[in-house]
């Protein structure tokens, strides 16, 4: 007896009513945390556990980004995979890990050691740990500039936003020391296993073009 699959679409992933609910509300539930955190209506370990979640989880969606991206053109994804897809769902990712980001920096505004709004955008004015902090302002607005440039590609040109995606690497490199020079010491594994996976990731895509 065969087995059949459904075929998969060749069209990119697209959001849903539903999906767009789901996000809203959970961006709201955030955006209240920070509110009532500002307000110091939470105790003072919420602001830090919301801070050091949401950037956690930044960084994990920049390496599932920075991972899948040069992979796409490769053979070491599933070949049913259409190119629609994988690129849809890279843009989605990078799209969600740009969103938390801003949200990381945002919960760097509230708490005991809380930054001013400016101090949070501009690298290098923090007054604690400066150029760990400038790391991640720098690693923020890297995925902002990769991101905003590839949408205006239609603007200015393939070929230029090709090239400015090509900082999406230095980002990710100024996101990893962001997160391991506030480790206190200590490096995390998820930074270890993310700069391999990236790293490795980018072999493929080099050793790739270079058979062509």
Excluded: C, E
């Amino acid at each position: 007896m065969t087995q059949t699959t459904a075929p998969i679409s060749a069209k990119a992933p697209r959001t849903t009513p539903l999906n767009m609910a789901v996000t809203a509300l959970l961006l709201g539930l955030v955006l209240l945390a920070w509110v009532l955190s500002w307000q110091g209506t939470l105790s003072q370990a919420w602001p830090q556990v919301l801070l050091t979640q949401t950037g956690t989880f930044s960084y994990v969606l920049l390496v599932l980004a920075a991972t899948l991206g040069p992979l796409i053109g490769t053979r070491f994804l599933p070949q049913w995979l259409t190119a629609g897809i994988k690129t849809g769902w890279h843009g989605i990712i990078s799209g969600f890990a740009l969103v938390v980001g801003m949200i990381h920096g945002l919960f760097a505004t509230v708490g005991h050691d809380a930054l001013s709004a400016l101090q949070v955008v501009v690298p290098g004015l923090a007054p604690d740990r400066t150029l760990a902090m400038a790391m991640g302002t720098v690693g923020l607005w890297g995925m902002l500039l990769v991101y905003v440039t590839w949408l205006l590609r239609g603007r200015i040109g393939i070929r230029a936003a090709r090239a400015l995606h090509l900082l999406a690497y230095p980002t990710f490199v100024a996101a990893t020391l962001h997160g391991v020079w506030l480790g206190h010491g200590s490096i995390d594994p998820t930074y270890v296993l993310g700069s391999l996976a990236v790293g490795s990731a980018l072999a493929v895509r080099l050793i790739t073009l270079a058979r062509r």
